[in-house]
T-cell receptor, first 114, second 113 residues
Framework: EPEVTQTPSHQVTQMGQEVILRCVPISNHLYFYWYRQILGQKVEFLVS????????KSEIFDDQFSVERPDGSNFTLKIRSTKLEDSAMYFC????????????FGPGTRLTVT | QQQVKQSPQSLIVQKGGISIINCAYE??????FPWYQQFPGKGPALLIAIRPDVSEKKEGRFTISFNKSAKQFSLHIMDSQPGDSATYFC????????????FGKGTKLSVKP
């Protein structure tokens, strides 16, 4: 069964460093999302992406964040200058097409900022 | 208005019992209501979902009940098993061209043998 994959599974970085989290969505999916989950809390929407541009973003997704689909398979989230409060699980999700609402989540990347 | 309120925060059920988790929303533009199951260290897995044009949807032991007028929906897990022990999140979306999900705070379910 097709699934969303994410790398790395765990990333440790120092405050102020840049990190790039990578995702490979399900191959025929057209909508891509990033969510985050601070330990023990709910999952929060960050950004959605369609047709090589951002569709919607939350208040969390400030100028420190950017997303890119550098090729036909990868979808990346970049955090330019990490802060301690960026420590969280970051989940990538994808859905098939307009009007199909089901979103499938990857296993997540645990980001630890020290 | 964008919030989804979920209760209870935690739930302990005996094996074979019924687990019931409730959610409420305010935004009447929401038109898609999924439930996700999450095991520790894993991503949320889509369990079952409902649209507001039906009042109930059943898949195996999992049932969503939906009350449009009350703006509430609930997940029922029949014949709960220890393997069902996980955190369950309800969510809501207004679909359209974005469809970003608004999640509840989650319910940690423990099913005792």
């Amino acid at each position: 069964e097709p699934e969303v994959t994410q790398t790395p599974s765990h990333q440790v970085t120092q405050m102020g460093q840049e990190v790039i989290l990578r995702c490979v969505p399900i191959s025929n999916h057209l909508y891509f999302y990033w969510y985050r989950q601070i330990l023990g809390q709910k999952v929060e929407f960050l950004v959605s992406f369609y047709n090589n541009e951002i569709s919607e973003k939350s208040e969390i997704f400030d100028d420190q964040f950017s997303v890119e689909r550098p090729d036909g398979s990868n979808f990346t989230l970049k955090i330019r200058s990490t802060k301690l409060e960026d420590s969280a699980m970051y989940f990538c999700a994808s859905s098939e097409q307009v009007g199909r609402y089901e979103q499938y989540f990857g296993p997540g990347t645990r980001l630890t900022v020290t | 208005q964008q919030q989804v309120k979920q209760s209870p925060q935690s739930l302990i059920v005996q094996k074979g019992g019924i687990s019931i988790i409730n959610c409420a929303y305010e935004n009447t533009a929401f038109d898609y209501f999924p439930w996700y199951q999450q095991f520790p260290g894993k991503g949320p897995a889509l369990l079952i979902a409902i649209r507001p044009d039906v009042s109930e949807k059943k898949e195996g032991r999992f049932t969503i009940s939906f009350n449009k007028s009350a703006k509430q929906f609930s997940l029922h897990i029949m014949d709960s098993q220890p393997g069902d022990s996980a955190t369950y999140f309800c969510a809501a979306s207004n679909g359209g061209s974005q469809g970003n999900l608004i999640f509840g705070k989650g319910t940690k379910l423990s099913v005792k043998p």
